[in-house]
C-alpha cells in the first residue's frame, strides 16, 4: 500500500477536524463572545459618573480657589478616576509658569487616555479577523466542490451540496460577527473621544487655577517728553 501525499494528508486532516465549516464557525462564534465581553466591560468603564466625576469637578476648583491645595491633592489621591490623576498632576506643579504645568497634564492625559482605549485594538482586529476566517471556510468548502466534482462528476448535486454549503455558512458566519463588532468598535470609539476632550477641558480650567499667574510688564515711569514743533 503507498503511503498518502501530503496533500491527501493535509485533506484528511481538514476533514478530521470538522464538517461542514463547523470548526470555523466554531472559531468565530468564540470570537463574538469575546467581542460581546470586552464590548461590555469597557461600555461599563466608560460611563461618564466614572471617567470625569462631577463632584469631583465641583469639589477641586472649589478648594483650589480657597487655596487649599493639600486637601484638593488629598481628594484626588482618594479618588480612582481618570480625571482625578490629571488633577493631581496639575496640583502638583501649582504654582509653576502656566506652559509647565500644561506640559505635566497633557503627559499624564496622553497615558489616560491610552488606559480609556484599552479593549478596542481587539474589537478591532476580531472585526478584521471574522470576516477572513469566513473567506477561508469558504475556500475550505470550495476545496470540498472540486473534490466531489473530480470523483462523482458534474451531475451529482447532492456530492456538491456540502462543500457549498460550508462556503455559505461560513461566510454567512464572519460577516454575522464582523459587522456588529464593527459598529460596538466604532461607537466605543466616539464615547473615548468625547471623554478625552472634554477631561481635557477640565484639565484646562484647572491649568488656569493653579498656573502663576504672568506678570504684566510695569509701565515706563519716565514722563512723555513733548515735541517740539
Known amino acids: 500500500m503507498s503511503e498518502p501525499t501530503t496533500a491527501e494528508a493535509t485533506l484528511s486532516l481538514m476533514e478530521t477536524l470538522g464538517t461542514s465549516g463547523g470548526l470555523i ?10 467581542a460581546m ?4 466591560v469597557r461600555l461599563i468603564a466608560l460611563r461618564r459618573g466614572r471617567v470625569l466625576p462631577r463632584v469631583l469637578t465641583i469639589t477641586v476648583s472649589d478648594l483650589v480657589v480657597r487655596e487649599d491645595t493639600a486637601a484638593a491633592m488629598t481628594l484626588c489621591r ?25 506640559e505635566f497634564v497633557q503627559e499624564i492625559g496622553r497615558h489616560e487616555a491610552q488606559l480609556l482605549a484599552r479593549g478596542l485594538g481587539l474589537l478591532e482586529l476580531i472585526a478584521v479577523t471574522a470576516p477572513l476566517m469566513g473567506l ?4 475550505w468548502g470550495m476545496i470540498d466542490v472540486f473534490r466531489a466534482i473530480e470523483v462523482h462528476g458534474v ?16 461566510t454567512f458566519a464572519g460577516l454575522l460577527v464582523a459587522i456588529p463588532v464593527r459598529i460596538g ?37 519716565s514722563p512723555v517728553r513733548a515735541v517740539a514743533d
Open 25 to 34: 464557525v466554531g472559531v468565530i462564534g468564540l470570537a463574538s463572545l469575546l
Open 155 to 170: 451531475g451529482n448535486a447532492g456530492a456538491l451540496a456540502g462543500g457549498i454549503g460550508t462556503a455559505l455558512y461560513t
Open 185 to 221: 468598535h466604532s461607537a466605543l470609539l466616539g464615547r473615548v473621544d468625547s471623554l478625552v476632550l472634554e477631561m481635557e477641558e477640565h484639565a484646562l480650567e484647572l491649568v488656569d487655577l493653579v498656573a502663576e499667574e504672568e506678570r504684566q510688564p510695569a509701565p515706563d515711569p
Open 37 to 40: 465581553t470586552v464590548f461590555f
Open 78 to 102: 482618594t479618588d480612582e478616576s481618570p480625571l482625578a490623576r490629571v488633577y493631581l498632576a496639575a496640583l502638583r506643579q501649582a504654582g509653576k509658569p502656566r506652559e509647565v504645568v500644561k
Open 136 to 139: 477561508l471556510g469558504t475556500v
